[in-house]
């Protein structure tokens, strides 16, 4: 089977370089990295996100939608841009209210017709603590000569908790969120059973419910090439779904 990959923001240079560009007098204590990102850049993900999402509090939704502008906007994003052969085409707000802020960018990308198409998201956080202060390792930032930069996230245990109440709770159900849980439940299986098995059980009835065919349109393209080729067997998946499944349903003795 051969696989398909797209690039997304983060395979390319301009992740990295859009993190480098940070917000105007940006404190990390008011942001906190999660999602896919979160998993890619502190717990070895081999998939790639195609956009940036985090937490933020103690900051006003204008202050915030100022400072994100400002930065889209400013003459040193082409420069750090330039060195990837990128470039903003443009970018557009399709969600500014007081619980989720989202910008969609458009990069023009050298030798490419078709743009590259990314986001970055803000969503104020409940409250949630379980989130440290860490650099990005070296092994994410050498590829482009960075100095690593200091990033608030969320640790394993609040990331698999969003990751089951996203599994169980989309309107539309996605084979990333089962194939991000067995990442984090591989090492620390106790992580599941933490959770009220009225969160567990839905979401693992709703893995059940995901082919191959979602693992191999939805997740498949987005996976470093170096790895995709272990996962192209149906087989895989039908492990790494039965584990996940496994985990969820599983009862304390």
């Given amino acids: ?21 940070q917000l105007p007098g940006a404190r990390p204590s008011r942001y906190v990295l999660k999602g896919g990102a979160n998993l890619r850049y502190f717990f070895e993900s081999v998939r790639y996100s195609e956009g940036i999402d985090l937490d933020a ?36 707000k399709p969600k500014q209210t007081e619980t989720t802020q989202r910008w969609k960018i458009a990069l023009t990308l050298a030798g490419r017709n078709e743009p590259l198409r990314t986001k ?24 482009y000569a960075l100095r690593s ?39 620390n299986a106790e992580l599941a059973a933490a959770l009220p098995a009225a969160l567990r059980e839905p979401a693992a009835e709703r893995a059940l419910g995901l082919p191959f065919a979602a693992f191999r349109d939805q997740v498949l393209p987005f996976l470093d090439p170096e790895a995709a080729e272990l996962y192209v067997d ?12 496994e985990r969820l349903l599983q009862v304390e003795q």
Avoid: C
Avoid at 121 to 143: I, M
Avoid at 149 to 162: G, L
Avoid at 167 to 175: N, V
Avoid at 237 to 244: F, S
């Fill in 120 to 143: 970055i998201e803000f969503s104020r956080r409940n409250g949630d603590d379980r989130h440290v202060l860490e650099s990005v390792p070296a092994r994410v930032v050498a590829a």
């Fill in 149 to 187: 930069p200091s990033v608030r996230h969320y640790d394993a245990q609040a990331a698999t908790e969003q990751k089951v109440e996203a599994l169980a709770g989309r309107s539309e159900t996605q084979a990333r969120d089962v194939f991000d849980l067995e990442l984090l439940l591989r090492p």
């Fill in 1 to 21: 089977m051969q696989v398909r990959h797209r690039r997304p923001l983060e395979r390319s240079p301009a992740q990295p370089d859009l993190d480098r560009a």
């Fill in 57 to 92: 509090a103690g900051i006003e939704r204008w202050e915030l939608e100022d400072k994100v502008d400002g930065v889209l906007g400013a003459s040193a994003l082409p420069v750090l841009l330039r060195g990837g052969g990128l470039a903003v085409e443009g970018f557009s």
């Fill in 234 to 245: 149906p087989a895989t998946w039908e492990q790494i779904r039965g584990y996940v499944v």
